[in-house]
């Protein structure tokens, strides 16, 4: 819950500073909020691994598949692995 109020607020703020391009001030503010955007992400993200280690090891691996051309990637070869019947590890 924490995450997405932050996520929101950051977002909301980011877009406020967008509508005034002519401040410099509203530049940074922006700036920090982004910074404050990727701190919320990642201490959501810690959490979650938290909880995972309640959760069945093959869990984690289909958790951080990542994100992008990894995660296209990581998610492939993870069924890839998975129909020539290897485990994560």
Same mark, same amino acid.
């Given at each position: /819950? /924490?995450?997405t109020i932050f996520g929101?607020?950051?977002f909301?703020?980011?877009a406020y500073c967008s !509508?005034?391009?002519e401040n410099m001030a509203y530049f940074y503010i922006a700036l920090f909020a982004s910074?404050? /955007?990727g701190v919320s992400q990642s201490f959501g993200e810690a959490v979650v691994l938290g909880f995972l280690k309640g959760f069945p090891?093959?869990?984690v691996?289909?958790?951080s598949a990542g994100t992008g051309m990894a995660g296209i990637f990581? !998610?492939?070869s993870l069924l890839g692995m998975k129909a020539m019947k290897l485990t994560d590890a």
């Amino acid at each position: /819950m /924490m995450v997405t109020i932050f996520g929101v607020g950051s977002f909301l703020t980011i877009a406020y500073c967008s !509508t005034h391009p002519e401040n410099m001030a509203y530049f940074y503010i922006a700036l920090f909020a982004s910074m404050f /955007m990727g701190v919320s992400q990642s201490f959501g993200e810690a959490v979650v691994l938290g909880f995972l280690k309640g959760f069945p090891p093959n869990l984690v691996g289909d958790f951080s598949a990542g994100t992008g051309m990894a995660g296209i990637f990581s !998610t492939f070869s993870l069924l890839g692995m998975k129909a020539m019947k290897l485990t994560d590890a």
